[in-house]
Structures are given as structure tokens and as C-alpha cells.
């Protein structure tokens, strides 16, 4: 890996399945089968009833947002094209929060509904957003 390549998240098993669905395309978030409370991002054990048994489903993407910043300063040489860029909190419809960039032009604002999609470029798959 050159210092121009984007650096790429260390999948493990533990994120595999959101992994493999990022590069399809689709948003997949982790749930316990034991009480059904969905967790994103990935952990080994759910934060309501402790246990370890979980699947990774399918989620809608639709949500809303929390918060965002615009990043001005480069931290990696790889991502000084990108510069300025949104970092979006969004709330998901699931219940669970999840980050990603923003994906257009619309005028931000908290609450604006949005949707997920992912930016399959170079490295990993990106998590998006953009207005609904």
C-alpha cells in the first residue's frame, strides 16, 4: 500500500457479514435473536440481555440526522482530494446511529430524512448519505 492509497478497516469475523453486504450494495446491521435489539456497530455481546447469539439483517437505510461536522483538515495525505467533506451521524430507523459521509449538494439540517447507500471505489465500501 502506497501513502496515496486510502487506508481500508481490518475486517473480522466479528464484521464480516456487514462487510460482504457493504460490497454489495445493501446495509445489513447486527441483531440479537434473544431480545431483538439491533446494535450497529458489530459487538460480541448485546448491551440489553448480554447474550452472544445475533444475525446480521437487512436494514432500510432510511433515517435521520443527528449531527454532522465538515472535516477541513487532511489526517491522511490519501484523503486530501476530498477535503472539504461532511461526516454525517445519522439516526437510523432501527433505532441505531451510524456514520457516514454525506452525498450531496442539500442543504443540511437535523432531522432532514435521508437514506443510506454505499460508494464502492477504492479500499472498502464507504457508507453514504443522501436526502430522501
Given at each position: 500500500m502506497s501513502l496515496n492509497d486510502k487506508p481500508v478497516p481490518t475486517e473480522s469475523p466479528l464484521s464480516q457479514?456487514?462487510?460482504?453486504?457493504?460490497?454489495?450494495g445493501q446495509l445489513v446491521i447486527q441483531r440479537c435473536t434473544q431480545c431483538g435489539k439491533f446494535r450497529h456497530y458489530p459487538r460480541l455481546l448485546c448491551d440489553?440481555?448480554?447474550?452472544?447469539?445475533?444475525?446480521?439483517v437487512p436494514v432500510s437505510g432510511s433515517g435521520v440526522?443527528?449531527?454532522?461536522?465538515?472535516?477541513?483538515?487532511?489526517f491522511h495525505r490519501a484523503f486530501a482530494a476530498d477535503v472539504p467533506y461532511v461526516l454525517l451521524t445519522v439516526d437510523l430507523s432501527e433505532g441505531v446511529r451510524a456514520l457516514g459521509r454525506w452525498d450531496s449538494d442539500h442543504t443540511l439540517a437535523i432531522g432532514l430524512p435521508v437514506r443510506a447507500c454505499f460508494h464502492l471505489?477504492?479500499?472498502a465500501p464507504e457508507l453514504r448519505f443522501h436526502p430522501r
Open positions: 457479514p456487514y462487510w460482504d453486504a457493504a460490497r454489495s440489553a440481555c448480554y447474550s452472544k447469539a445475533c444475525e446480521f440526522i443527528h449531527s454532522w461536522t465538515v472535516t477541513h483538515h487532511v471505489d477504492q479500499g
